[in-house]
Nanobody, 117 residues
Framework: QVQPVESGGGLVQAGGSLTLSCSVSGGTFVGDDMVAWYRQAPGKEREVIATITWDDGSRNYTGSMRGRFTIYRNYHGSRTFLHINGMRFGSAAIYYC?????????WGQGARVTVSS
């Protein structure tokens, strides 16, 4: 079972940017792993932001997220990243990384992002 681990959360000023990272605890991303970033704001449902296929790096974004979010990977470092521009108060959430390997989807514990004025 693959265990994603998020890092890079914290406090960021409104208008600023932040990059979150996702790696695999004790292992690496492989082959056709599908990595996704989600966020869950207080009182709201978890929503998908973007996905990336590990082997070829192909990316997809949820329509409303396109533009302010960038998903990418460091292939040799076995990490995926989510870069967020133009932080808003509405961006405050717990950001989750998930990995689908075969038919199994595993979730990280999440990285909390707080936005200050």
């Amino acid at each position: 079972q693959v265990q994603p681990v998020e890092s890079g959360g914290g406090l960021v000023q409104a208008g600023g940017s932040l990059t979150l990272s996702c790696s695999v605890s004790g292992g690496t991303f492989v082959g056709d792993d599908m990595v996704a970033w989600y966020r869950q704001a207080p009182g709201k449902e978890r929503e998908v932001i973007a996905t990336i296929t590990w082997d070829d790096g192909s990316r997809n974004y949820t329509g409303s997220m396109r533009g302010r979010f960038t998903i990418y990977r460091n292939y040799h470092g076995s990490r995926t990243f989510l870069h967020i521009n133009g932080m808003r108060f509405g961006s405050a959430a717990i950001y989750y990384c998930s990995v689908r390997r075969g038919s199994v989807v595993c979730w990280g514990q999440g990285a909390r992002v707080t936005v200050s004025s």
